[in-house]
């Protein structure tokens, strides 16, 4: 059973909330860190913990939504374990596994339906990494 950690701010709220719910109906095991209502709040309040939970292996994938994506992944992206990848399509949600072995999906509540966010997820979810090539670009990401 996958572990996936999932985190919001206001914008993804509801996303959030059906994605958890398709999520758990597969089996797999969710971490809410919230938010847990539309009122406004800020994202790296809820992005930290699910970066945390990727880092150290608490989960094994992670999904965090806000208006853009942006302000989500850059936050995300801090941690020296993670490669959030913001995404708005599934074509990219895929490209994120296979070449970037992300670990995070980043997703622009603002920009996609709840119908491509979903597509997204299962996606994301569901690749794996294809290393080869892609390893030794990977290996260069983090700063040492």
């Known amino acids: 059973m996958k572990v996936i950690s999932i985190g919001c701010d206001h914008a993804g709220f509801l996303y959030k909330e059906a994605i958890i ?8 095991k969710i971490i809410n860190h919230g938010t847990n209502s539309s009122e406004s709040v800020d994202y790296p309040d809820f992005v930290h913990p699910v970066a945390n939970d990727v880092e150290s292996k608490k989960s094994d994938l992670g999904i965090i939504l806000c208006g853009s994506g942006n302000g989500a992944a ?29 670990n995070i999906l980043s997703i622009p509540v603002r920009f996609v339906t709840r119908m491509t966010a979903f597509e997204m997820v299962e996606i994301f979810l569901q690749t794996n990494f294809e290393g080869g090539r892609h390893a030794r670009r990977v290996g260069k990401i983090a700063c040492t």
């Open 21 to 28: 719910s398709i999520l758990e109906s597969k089996d797999y």
């Open 74 to 102: 850059i936050t995300a992206n801090k941690h020296q374990g993670i490669r959030a990848a913001l995404c708005w399509s599934k074509e990219l949600a895929e490209l994120a596994r296979l070449h970037n072995d992300a």
